[in-house]
């Protein structure tokens, strides 16, 4: 399986915003996905997750309201829409496909890319 690609980050001001992409290919492309951030000190936590079709989405609580995830199956690329942006939301983001299929079931796949930095200044 190719390991999906993360690409977006930067450095923004708080409130600002920011768009993460997640490139899939193969197998991949069909699966729910997820995606999840890892802040300095702090262990990898879920921040949003889609299924296959779309129709379904959803968001670890801290960021609800502000993020949106959202795919381009054409594109075999998914989405995050990062808004108003907080200095708490600086972390390496990884995004990761669910291990069983078209639906989230909660349990990522499992290997993980490089990520893609986000920071946040105050």
């Known amino acids: 399986q190719v390991q999906p690609a993360e690409s977006g980050g930067g450095l923004v001001q708080a409130g600002g915003s920011l768009r993460l992409s997640c490139a899939t290919s193969g197998t991949f492309s069909t699966h729910a996905m997820g995606w999840f951030r890892r802040a300095p000190g702090k262990d990898r936590e879920f921040v949003a997750a889609?299924?296959?079709?779309?129709?379904?989405?959803y968001y670890a609580d801290s960021v609800k309201g502000r993020f949106t995830i959202f795919r381009d199956n054409a594109k075999n690329t998914v989405y995050l829409q990062m808004n108003n942006l907080k200095p708490e939301d600086t972390a390496v983001y990884y995004c990761?496909?669910?291990?069983?299929?078209?639906?989230?079931?909660?349990?990522?796949?499992?290997?993980w890319g490089q990520g893609t930095q986000v920071t946040v200044s105050p």
């Open positions: 990761n496909p669910d291990r069983y299929g078209r639906s989230w079931s909660g349990t990522p796949f499992g290997s």
């Open positions: 889609i299924s296959w079709s779309g129709g379904s989405t």
